[in-house]
């Protein structure tokens, strides 16, 4: 069995270093890269993923999984061997039951609606991604199919972000959501406005990237193992745990953006670089799922970042860097401007409170496509129309609307619920963390975080992919995925914010 | 015969894309990568490496060759795809004669000898390296063996870098070299000393970065298709001809070496960035060898870059930069100084009156070697004796001496040497180019460097490695690599800066 166990991990163990290569790759190519090297970047991106491809739907992995199972049956199941062999087996058939040719014909059509897709954004104008989306949804659809059987057409696709998540629970989830966020952001909007005009003047760049990292160094971002650059779009890439790649964007306009993409991929960072070593190499490292990786930006962006007590630290530090611009506000002011919640057209400048009703446009958009109830034609008004009744406005355009997303042109259908269900988790985790940690506040108050990642280390990121996301939830706070912590901490936080 | 030919090709554009990826990973390592993932990058590269290998070596391909060998004997030998075929068949030759145990030994062997070189050198003690160093001559012998015939036992090592140069050659023409360099550097001494004092001072970094770009520009490196960054030992990767990377290093306290490494690297970019783009992905992309590779980097960074016209272009814009180091020094004076010429120990920091004398040290040492007319043992007093007998001069140390270089503890036997012929080489173009262009000292003058660039792009660049390097030197000159040039070049450049 040991035999067979190495063999398969000395495939994983190459795998790893090929992907390794594509992530360095990709990450250069959104932060040095010059402009005229994009082709062969892409091809020699598309060659790697072939590779990749290739090796990861190799046969000869079939048969040893095969060989293995009777022997793995008599292992503890909640062994790491036991749990190797069987996120090593969902992903090789996850891998496999889409035949080459489909693949062939989603990377093609995705490759296609991509490019349509950023024309369309561009002049605003849905018709143009209208055709390259419904084909895509049909190829979705198609993909679905290769996973028969299932509860709902959309489960496979869920899957493939969130393991073991259903439709039906992600729907109960959002339900009981929906409503009571409709009705803080009334009371919100009855409220008076929080005042944020002093942040409507101009932050030089340099003070907005130093004070950044001193807030990376702060949380427990290792410098030696990880390194923050610019990119258009902040994103956070692990080559392995011990070389962890973020990106920020600051605009000289927007203080809170720049800082709060920093705390957001720092969260990102930190889950990356805490996975269990052991399993560097096989295929228990990474993420329990796009969820949990949310929870963790999320829980260092808005539960701390967004705190009082982690601004009574680190305020006069940031004043420290715009006297000018910030020397007569207190913290108290600073602390409600950036907790202000305004309802907006682009999902990723949406608040806390107003978040997780853009994902459930989007939920509801997909589950319609791919059950056919909606069609691709009627997604701009659609969408328009549900904006209002969520949020109370409309958009003026397709770019601000419909089309302001990149997902679909990817053909990820299944990937944006996991950043509503994001923010649940994190307030479920936080919930647990301050019973087992005494005065969190305090802590965060004095700048010592030190306990927290201890915490979420031991408890989340140690264990990689080794639990499915729902299995890793209950087991550290006793219940599955549950909207309430979430709705108590919007209503706690805001009322007092807004006072209502 | 074109399906055979495109099936040869569609694997060196696969292996293109592979190579493009192990480039990234290689520029990341020493520019960005935080030292914690130094582990798992080594490990990257090594299976990047296996499958390269593992591809470049594949049996398939000598199949290909012997089934094409026969049309491509009907082609004109000059051609594209005849020229192709040729240096295909050579790569290929020359993986496959090496056996695989052969490799994984030489790979482990050297791998261990360049921690016991950098240890060595730490301690500035040959002993702790001398081992490792008898095994890799015991290896670069073994290596040799497996290209038998050939005239002289150090052919075959020549020729990894030099393809079709003889060590024949080689001595002929350091030996006609050597007297006239030994003489001009005792002419040099016997002369009063040029003043660079005023260089004892400090210029701060981001000057010295800014000037280097505009350097950069004015040479007509594109920053569209290149770009330039920091590391510990300035290199140039070309990942493709759209995406050249090249680095320099700044010191505060030596202003012309970072500057003259910035030309250096950019002249090594604008052949990478000259390729025929129809070669892109096959084997005639890439340099016609290391030697020619070098007459790039050395021309613009001697020929032009320690000129007297280029000075009287770029010295008022240096000075602006750095008015109070520089506000009361004439451009006769800096020029004399950029070109002062001392003995020193370190090849790397060497003048180019001194720098060829370098080189013939390790050339005789690597050929007495190899040859077994001297011992591993014996190199430290072997160095420096030789360094006297050349340069007056006696290292203090070993760190300063014999071990100052990585070359050996890699393997790399035979590389030394076109250091040397690259200059030569730079000398026997520029004295074409001139006959040809007209007045380009005062085209140099002004600042522009087009018709010059344009020159080496038709005459070097665009043929890649279509032609050996003596073969592409001798249809552009008239004659073989020949070190004439550059004698006349050393002494009436030297003879007018130090009046002999």
């Known amino acids: 069995m040991h ?10 163990s190459e795998l790893t270093d090929l992907g390794h290569a594509a992530s360095v790759m990709g990450w250069d190519q959104v932060t040095y890269m010059p402009p005229g090297g994009a082709e062969d970047r892409g091809n020699a991106l598309a060659t790697l993923s072939k590779i990749i491809h290739m090796k990861t739907t190799d046969p000869a992995i079939g048969e040893i999984l095969e060989e293995l199972e009777p022997h793995i049956a008599q292992l503890d199941p909640d062994s790491d061997d036991a749990r190797w062999f069987k996120v090593t087996k969902r992903g090789y058939e996850k891998q496999t039951r889409m035949p080459v040719d489909f693949i062939m014909r989603w990377t093609k059509e995705t490759s296609i609606a991509q490019m349509k897709w950023q024309e369309a954004r561009q002049k605003s104008n849905f018709s143009i991604f209208q ?8 190829l979705a659809k198609e993909g679905s199919s290769f996973f028969t059987p299932y509860d709902h057409i959309y489960d496979p696709l869920l899957d493939m972000y969130e393991p073991g998540m259903k439709t039906a629970d992600v729907k109960t989830i959002f339900e009981a959501l929906r409503p009571v966020q409709v009705e803080i952001i009334q009371a919100i909007k009855d409220s008076p406005q929080v005042d944020d005009s002093f942040l409507n003047t101009t932050f030089p760049k340099q003070g907005q990237w130093d004070f950044g990292m001193e807030l990376l160094k702060a949380i427990g971002f290792d410098l030696n193992r990880g390194r923050q650059d610019y990119s258009a779009h902040p994103f956070t890439s692990g080559f392995s745990i011990n070389d962890v790649r973020i990106t920020t964007r600051i605009a000289e306009d927007d203080l809170i953006s720049g800082m709060m993409s920093t705390l957001h991929e720092g969260g990102h960072g930190l889950y ?14 990474g993420a329990a799922s796009l969820s949990v990786h949310e929870s963790q930006s999320r829980m260092w962006e808005n539960l701390i970042g967004r705190s009082l007590p982690f601004w009574r630290k680190y305020y006069p530090r940031l004043q420290s860097y715009f006297p000018t611009q910030l020397g007569n506000v207190t913290v108290e002011q600073f602390y409600r401007a950036v907790n202000k919640v305004e309802p907006s057209f682009i999902r990723v400048e949406a608040d806390e409170a107003t978040y997780n009703l853009h994902i459930m446009l989007r939920l509801e958009i997909e589950l319609g496509l791919i059950e056919g109830n909606i069609k691709v034609a009627e997604l701009p008004e659609y ?19 419909v089309l302001q997303d990149v997902h679909w042109s990817h053909g990820l259908f299944g990937y944006f619920s996991t950043y509503a269900l994001g923010n649940l988790v994190s307030v479920q985790l936080w919930d647990v963390m301050n019973e087992q940690i005494d005065n969190i506040d305090g802590k965060i108050e004095q700048g010592e975080f030190g306990e927290i990642l201890q915490w979420l280390r031991e408890n989340i990121h140690v264990h990689g992919s080794k639990y499915e996301p729902q299995e890793l939830i209950e087991k550290v706070t006793g219940s599955k995925i549950d909207p309430q912590p979430y709705v108590n901490y919007l209503k706690q936080k805001y009322g007092q914010i807004y006072g209502f």
């Open 3 to 12: 035999e067979l166990i190495n063999k398969l991990k000395d495939i994983q």
């Open 131 to 138: 055709p390259n989306l419904e084909t895509i949804v049909e």
């Open 272 to 285: 990356e670089m805490g996975y269990n070593p052991a399993y560097s190499r096989n295929a228990l490292h």
């Open 383 to 401: 969408w328009n129309d549900t904006m209002h009744a969520y949020l109370g406005i409309t958009p003026p355009n397709d770019a601000m609307g």
